[in-house]
């Protein structure tokens, strides 16, 4: 079965643009997480989503947002891109709302200049 | 506010030794505890994860120790080998109730050398 797959897998961007990243879970999982991991501040929570429904939310400004498709696929969208949104965003997979397991992609690598 | 905190930031063991990561939580709601291991240009791995319900479980040479009452639990890796090098996260989550949000520990860069 594949995994987790993101696109881009790397992606550098001006200050003040936006961007879209795309996450395609495994096969038959239904929840998708996004994180964002930095060297100064670790792995943080995004949001989730199940059912097309955000079912939680991190601690992040209203620039980040999420949505997901019919067929199980997220994208996650940064606004007025910050130098301090520099990281590699991670998505992970969950076969349903509340599972346990969660399985990460590689992420997508995002540089602001 | 940090939730999960993991010791030591980096370790070094030899060929054949004993890794010890240590992680404390503070939320007594927290029902899952898994590990990630992590190399350089991948994302995170599940490891292995534990339930509060049990003290200890083991898959090869991989074993979480887990201390509900001190609320900490650990991962020790026996007969670390070179391959292993590797970031390691701990974690944990709330479960079902509340999606499944994880909170990550700091991570530790675990070298094994040869």
């Known amino acids: 079965k594949a995994g987790v797959t993101q696109t881009p897998r790397y992606l550098i961007k001006t200050r003040g643009q936006q961007v879209t990243l795309s996450c395609s879970p495994i096969?038959?999982?239904?929840?998708v997480s996004w994180y964002q991991q930095t060297p100064g501040q670790g792995l943080q929570f995004l949001f989730e989503?199940?059912?097309?429904?955000?079912?939680n939310k991190g601690n992040f400004p209203g620039r980040f947002s999420g949505r997901q498709f019919s067929n199980s696929r997220s994208e996650m969208n940064v606004s007025t891109l910050e130098l301090g949104d520099s990281a590699l965003y991670l998505c992970?997979?969950?076969?349903?709302?509340?599972?346990?397991?969660?399985?990460f992609g590689p992420g997508t690598r995002l540089t602001v200049t | 506010q940090q939730q999960v905190k993991q010791s030591p930031q980096s370790l070094i063991v030899q060929k054949g030794g004993i890794s010890i990561i240590n992680c404390a939580y503070e939320?007594?709601?927290?029902?899952?505890f898994p590990w990630y291991q992590q190399f350089p240009g991948k994302g995170p791995a599940l490891l292995i994860a534990?339930?509060?319900?049990?003290s200890e479980k083991k898959e090869g040479r991989f074993t979480i120790s887990f201390n509900k009452s001190a609320k900490q639990f650990s991962l020790h890796i026996m007969d670390s080998q070179p391959g292993d090098s590797a970031t390691y996260f701990c974690?944990?989550?709330?479960?079902?109730?509340?999606?499944?949000?994880?909170?990550f520990g700091e991570g530790t860069q675990l070298t094994v050398n040869p």
């Open positions: 992970a997979s969950s076969l349903r709302d509340g599972s346990y397991e969660q399985y």
């Open positions: 096969s038959g999982h239904r929840s």
């Open positions: 989503y199940f059912s097309e429904t955000q079912r």
């Open positions: 939320n007594t709601a927290f029902d899952y």
């Open positions: 534990i339930r509060p319900d049990v």
């Open positions: 974690a944990a989550s709330r479960g079902e109730t509340s999606g499944s949000r994880l909170t």
